[in-house]
């Protein structure tokens, strides 16, 4: 027995339909800043998660960039004004 097989069988009801899979590439289509202009392109699902992958990573960049920012900030700023911003950060 293929393990296609094998797996179809022991997912049962779980298992997702292309309708659902289709609706949830839409979805996530409608997340991203690229694809939100390009409603009537179709894009493959492939190329909805990979772009959605670029997309995270980007972010993480993003993140990463403004935390360095925030450190180097608060090494340069008085230890009151270091204080008050970290208590915001933590609200």
Known sequence: ???RRSRSRQSG???ISDDQILDLVTKLQQLLPETR???S???SAAKALQETCNYIKS???EVDDLSERLSELLETTDTTQAAII???LMQ
Request: charged letters at 40%; glycine letters at 0%.
């Open 1 to 3: 027995m293929s393990s």
């Open 13 to 15: 009801s779980s298992r």
């Open 37 to 39: 202009n390009r409603r």
């Open 41 to 43: 392109e179709k894009v």
């Open 59 to 61: 972010l993480h960049r």
């Open 86 to 88: 970290r208590n915001l």
